[in-house]
C-alpha cells in the first residue's frame, strides 16, 4: 500500500515537472530570456531568498514545493563515503543520492569530486519524495541532477556563441578559473581569457565565490566554452580614463630585460625602463610619461614599489547589465596597424 502511494506521488510529480518544463520552453520561445536567466543562476544565488526559505520552513511548504517542482537551495553539510550528499534543511534531514548528486554522474562523464566538493557549499535541487528514515524521522530525498538537466536543455543548449552569461567562480588553477554558469554546472575560463593584461594566476583577478559575467566562446554538446576579456574595455576605453603627466597606482605584471610591465587596468598595461629591485606581483607609482593610441603604448616612469596586500578589484565591465550578447569586440584603436579582435559571428575564427 505504501509502495503504491509513493508510485502516485512520484508520477504527480513527474506531471508537474513536465509542466514546469513546457512553461520553461513556452518562456524561452516567447524571448523572455531574462525570465529563464533567472530561473537558472548559479548555486548559492536563492539561497538566503524569502521564497526559499519560506518554501523550506516546514513540511508542509516543502510538500507544496515538491508538487509545485519548484528549485531549492540549501546547504550540503556532508558527503558520506558512498557520495551522497546529507543537505541541512530547517524541518528535516535532506539526502541527494550519488546517481541524482550531478548531471553525468551515471555515465561517468563527471566525475564524483563534483560531488565530494559540495560538501558545506549550496546545492539545488529538486524533492523527489519526503520518506522517513528508520526512526521514523521525515526525510527528503532530492535530485541536484534533475535541475542540471533542465537548466542544460532548457537554458545552456539554447545559448549562443556571444551571449553575456553571469557566473559564479568556483575554483582557481593556474591556467585557469573554474566557473558555475547555471545550478552548478561548470565551465572554465582560460586564463588568457580572463583579461587583455597578463596574469600569472587567476587569483590575480578573482576570488572563490565571486560573481562575474562571461561570454560564450564555442558550444559543443554539453560543454560551453567561456572568455572574459571581451567585457573589460578596449585599449581606447581603457586608456580614456589618464592622461599623461599624471601619477597613478598599478600593479607590476612582469618584468623583462628591456623594461617594467606595468597593469593600469586590467585591459590596459604600459612599460617603464627596467628597475632591478621591481618584482612581479608587486604595487607600484608610476609616472605617465606619453600614452600614444596608434602605437598602443602607454610610457610609464617607476616612482615606487610596495607589497600587495589588497584583494583583487572587482572588475569594471564596459558592457552594461542590460546587454546580454556581443557580436564583435575590436580591442585596438582604429589608428593602430595592428588588429586584436573577437568577431563572435564567426565562432570558428575565434
Not at 564555442?218 to 581603457?238: K, M, V, Y
Request: aromatic share 6%; hydrophobic share 40%; charged share 20%.
Amino acid at each position: 500500500m505504501l509502495s503504491a502511494y509513493f508510485r502516485l506521488l512520484i508520477h504527480t510529480l513527474e506531471q508537474h515537472q513536465r509542466t514546469a518544463a513546457l512553461r520553461c520552453r513556452n518562456t524561452i520561445l516567447s524571448g523572455n530570456c531574462q525570465e529563464v536567466k533567472m530561473q537558472y543562476l548559479p548555486e548559492g544565488s536563492r539561497l538566503h531568498t524569502p521564497e526559499n526559505q519560506a518554501a523550506l520552513r516546514s513540511v508542509a511548504s516543502m510538500e507544496r514545493a515538491m508538487h509545485a517542482g519548484t528549485i531549492l537551495e540549501a546547504r550540503a553539510v556532508l558527503c558520506d563515503s558512498g557520495h551522497n550528499l546529507t543537505v541541512q534543511l530547517p524541518c528535516m534531514r535532506g539526502w541527494i543520492p550519488r546517481e541524482e548528486g550531478a548531471m553525468g554522474i551515471t555515465d561517468g562523464t563527471t566525475k564524483d569530486i563534483a560531488l565530494i566538493a559540495r560538501a558545506g557549499k549550496p546545492v539545488c535541487f529538486r524533492i523527489l519524495r519526503i520518506s522517513q528514515d528508520e526512526t521514523g524521522a521525515p526525510v527528503a530525498i532530492l535530485s541536484r541532477r534533475a535541475v542540471q538537466e533542465e537548466c542544460w536543455e532548457q537554458y545552456l543548449s539554447r545559448r549562443r556563441v556571444g551571449d553575456i552569461l553571469p557566473a559564479t567562480v568556483t575554483h582557481l588553477e593556474k591556467f585557469g578559473a573554474f566557473v558555475d554558469i547555471g545550478c552548478g554546472i561548470p565551465s572554465l575560463l582560460p586564463i588568457d581569457t580572463i583579461s587583455v593584461s597578463r596574469i600569472s594566476h587567476p587569483r590575480d583577478r578573482f576570488v572563490i565565490g565571486q560573481k562575474i559575467r562571461a561570454v560564450v566562446r564555442q558550444t559543443e554538446p554539453h560543454r560551453i566554452h567561456l572568455t572574459h576579456r571581451e567585457l573589460l574595455g578596449t585599449w581606447e576605453e581603457n586608456a580614456a580614463a589618464f592622461s599623461a603627466g599624471q601619477t597613478v597606482a598599478g600593479i607590476i605584471r612582469s618584468v623583462e630585460s628591456y623594461g617594467v610591465f606595468v597593469e593600469l587596468a586590467p585591459n590596459l598595461a604600459g612599460l617603464a625602463e627596467p628597475c632591478e629591485d621591481a618584482v612581479a606581483g608587486q604595487c607600484a607609482s608610476v609616472y605617465i610619461k606619453a600614452i600614444l593610441p596608434e602605437k598602443m603604448k602607454v610610457k610609464l616612469i617607476l616612482i615606487d614599489t610596495f607589497a600587495q596586500t589588497d584583494p583583487p578589484q572587482p572588475p569594471r565591465y564596459f558592457v552594461p547589465e542590460s546587454q546580454t550578447h556581443l557580436d564583435y569586440w575590436r580591442y585596438t584603436p582604429d589608428s593602430s596597424p595592428r588588429i586584436i579582435e573577437t568577431d563572435f559571428r564567426f565562432p570558428n575564427s575565434i
